[in-house]
């Protein structure tokens, strides 16, 4: 690999959650494992191992829909508190190798190894003869220490390193250099791309662009009149120009919170107070990471499984209820359309910066100096130690835990 | 229609207009100018149902009717044409402009398409000192709010008590109040929020020219009359919240500084505050001022001492720059002073200058400092 370009791995650890079980308990080793809850109950698949997935259960796969078609495997409620302590060790792990890491989500992050100690230079002693050699130890350093296994992906740009890492999975490992990455780019599907996600794959489609190749005919102009400043990234991306890098540190990009009911409800008042705990479980993490959040979406899953969610961007960050309910009442009522039953709500707090806090004219502190009181308390005495008026009723709805009222999506939400 | 008139004439009437015409708008009609003839004078309206703006002109007219056109189109033509007479004539909705051995011809609009403007009885207008009135409107128009969950806060409140004619804007950040003891518009029994639009229009369309402006109050809505120009806008409903109580009376931390020296300092720090946050720490002591700023996307860290008079508790606060900066740029005179009480409560800034009959200042909350 030239020393010119820089060095960028992804780590994927494949199935995390579901490994994590499997080397909890080495009797589940080989079979199909799902994360999410019991068989009989409602919500869906946090995760489901190699195993599984074969079967077609993987992440959002409804609960029951995965016992029936994998009625031998282990459905497990997993525990959020094991998952980040994996999670912390992996990251100390890359540590050893880089300070450079920028954690995407709990089981993904992109190392940033130029300049690394690890990697050899011209005149430098170093570990490791070849970039694979140092991505082989890392993943033996991962599988001896925590008995967990990772796809890497090894080239010179975010982008690369990602597409590298997708190559082979469970277990893989792919070193691409810069040359050889701006080779395949174009027979690649432009699914691949950072930021495509499957509506913009479907417009582009229409336009006749399937391929990174086809995308390469469409002037920058055209892109950014269609997607404006996404566009123009693409633009570059499709020539293997991937300026982003990795930043360490912003580690939290999104902070959600979600539950599945036990029973389907159309009951407003249950459903407000339920949206009310849910963000009072995001600020609080917000307060918690000393974060703001600039944007803040609601989801929400009808009885029939289709789902609408929205977005808007508050008018300052923040990391009160105070300030964020009024937009998520307004979301809330904007996608509440129907007079169907509700089974999922979920918020997701976006744009986070660190915390910082413009003082209001008209809005007194008070209901912020509240929150960071009600903070103390819970650290304290627990998080059911005290309710605020909305919430204080879903004690009818929900199982109450030392932890406050036990969302269901144990997984994901805390 | 038929008409003749100097290039001149049309192009500067339609140059006031286009400001108004929406630039994107789900109603195709309104990006168009309705031409009214009729005898000798030629209205021109445009709309964007919330603003309203018509320029009467006088031209050598022929043929009285009337019709809409696409208004910017309409516009670049004047614009580019020779500076000779125009001959305007129009048949079934086509204008058609016929300049020295030049001709240009594009559709229009039904005059019936376009939405009908409110009559205005210009009989009732309180006339003011258009120079003031101006004066008072740039001194607020920057800090309305853009908010759109609280619409009252989008506009100027003008709020007329014994004092005079009070205007007030926020954005719940900061707050501008100005108030001249001179001005009163009579047939004002109660506050009206004027859209920030309309008043962008006025500023501009007095320009420099100093002259009288007409003002009609109206339920739900108010007119200017400037010249030849009339200048209409729905108002905002309130109730605007009550500012007064938010006002500090008890700020008793006084520091007085140069404004120009002030200003290129906090703009120069600026530049390597946070981008999000913009903040800026005043850290206040004896007679000095320490303007800070931190920006940890690029290790940036920038610092300047003035020398100030203050005499109070040392004190550091957080503010964003760009409001500072808002605020300075309003703020007449060679002194300015900043009235404090503590580092999370509104600071109070005005000019040391004084004008007769005029009382203006400035509201600023601070940003919490992060630990």
């Known amino acids: 690999m030239p020393t010119n370009h820089r060095i960028i791995a992804l780590v994927d650890m494949n199935a995390f959650l579901a490994s994590v079980e499997q080397a909890l308990n080495p009797s589940l080793r080989g079979k199909p494992v799902v994360v999410g809850g019991e068989p009989g109950t409602r919500g869906i698949v946090i995760c489901a191992s190699y195993e599984a997935r074969k079967l077609g259960v993987r992440f959002g796969t409804p609960l029951a829909e995965a016992y029936r078609r994998l009625p031998t495997a282990a459905f497990l409620r997993g525990d959020i508190k094991i998952y980040i302590d994996y999670w912390r060790a992996v990251q100390e792990i890359f540590g050893a190798y880089t300070p450079q890491i920028e954690p995407v989500s709990m089981d993904e992050g992109y190392l940033d190894l130029t300049g690394s100690p690890a990697i050899s230079k011209a005149g430098c002693r170093s570990r490791f003869k070849s970039v694979r050699e140092l991505g082989q130890a890392l993943k033996d350093d991962i599988r001896n220490r925590l008995d967990i296994g990772c796809s890497v992906g090894i080239s010179t740009t975010k982008m690369f390193a990602k597409i590298a890492c997708n190559i082979r999975k469970p277990d893989g490992l792919t070193v691409i250099g810069h040359e050889r990455a701006l080779a395949m780019l174009p027979g690649l599907p432009v699914r691949k791309l950072p930021n495509v996600g499957r509506k913009i794959e479907k417009t582009l489609a229409e336009l006749g662009v399937h391929t990174v190749g086809d995308l390469l005919k469409v002037p920058r102009p055209v892109l950014v009149e269609l997607f404006g400043v996404r566009g123009n990234e693409w633009h570059d991306y499709a020539r293997g120009i991937d300026k982003r890098e990795v930043r360490p540190g912003l580690h939290q990009k999104t902070i959600s919170r979600e539950t599945t009911f036990n029973a389907d409800s159309v009951d407003r008042e249950f459903l407000g107070g339920t949206l009310y705990y849910l963000l009072e479980r995001v600020c609080q993490k917000l307060r918690e990471l000393n974060l703001v959040a600039g944007r803040v979406a609601v989801k929400l899953r009808y009885v029939d499984y289709s789902s609408v969610d929205d977005v808007r961007t508050l008018d300052f960050p923040s990391n009160s209820e105070g300030d964020i309910h009024p937009y998520v009442t307004a979301l809330f009522d904007k996608i509440y359309t129907r007079k169907t039953g509700v089974r999922h709500l979920g918020i997701t707090a976006a744009n986070l910066t660190p915390a910082f806090r413009q003082i209001q004219l008209f809005t007194s502190e008070k209901s912020f100096d509240l929150a960071r009181g009600l903070d103390k308390v819970r650290a304290h005495l627990g998080y059911h130690a005290i309710y605020t008026g909305r919430t204080v009723r879903l004690g009818d709805k929900f199982r109450e835990v030392v932890d406050g009222y036990e969302l269901r999506t144990p997984s994901l939400s805390q | ?371």
């Open chain 2, 1 to 371: 229609m038929k008409f003749k008139t100097d290039r001149a004439n049309l192009h500067q009437a339609a140059s006031k207009l286009l400001s108004i015409v929406p630039p994107k708008s789900t109603l195709p009609i309104l990006s168009n100018i309705l031409f009214e003839l009729e005898k000798s004078k030629l209205s021109l309206k445009v709309t964007d149902l919330d603003v309203s703006m018509t320029s009467t002109i006088d031209v050598d007219a022929q043929k009285a009717g009337a019709v809409a056109v696409p208004a910017k189109v309409f516009y670049e033509i004047v614009r580019e044409l020779p500076d000779f007479e125009l001959e305007v004539s129009t048949y079934e909705n086509r204008m058609e402009i016929k300049c020295g051995a030049g001709v240009y011809k594009m559709s229009g609009f039904s005059p019936e398409d376009f939405p009908k403007l409110p009559d205005v009885h210009i009989g009732r207008q309180v006339k003011i000192d258009g120079a003031i009135l101006g004066r008072m409107v740039k001194k607020v128009l920057f800090a309305v709010s853009r908010d759109e969950t609280r619409p009252a806060l989008n506009g100027v409140l003008w709020h007329t008590t014994e004092e005079g004619l009070n205007m007030v804007a926020t954005d719940g950040h900061r707050l501008a109040k100005v108030t001249r003891s001179d001005l009163k518009i009579s047939g004002q029994g109660k506050d009206i929020i004027v859209p920030p639009k309309v008043l962008d229009n006025l500023v501009k369309l007095m320009g420099d020219e100093a002259g009288e402006v007409g003002i009609i109050v109206n339920e739900g809505s108010i007119v200017f009359v400037l010249g030849n120009s009339i200048l209409t806008s729905r108002l905002l409903e309130g109730p605007y919240p009550n500012y007064e109580q938010v006002i500090p009376k008890d700020n008793s931390k006084r520091a007085t500084m140069d404004k120009e020296i002030l200003q290129a300092a906090v703009r120069r720090v600026a530049i390597l505050s946070n981008t999000l946050t913009h903040q800026v720490k005043f850290s206040l002591k004896k007679d000095e001022l320490e303007l800070l700023a931190t920006n940890f996307d690029f290790g940036g860290e920038a610092k300047e001492i003035l020398k100030i008079n203050y005499g109070a508790d040392a004190m550091d606060i957080g503010y964003n720059a760009n409001y500072i900066i808002d605020i300075l740029r309003q703020t007449d005179g060679a002194e300015v002073l900043f009235d404090l009480n503590t580092a999370t409560t509104a600071g109070i800034v005005r000019s040391a200058e004084r004008v007769d009959n005029e009382n203006y200042f400035f509201l600023v909350m601070p940003l919490r400092l992060l630990d």
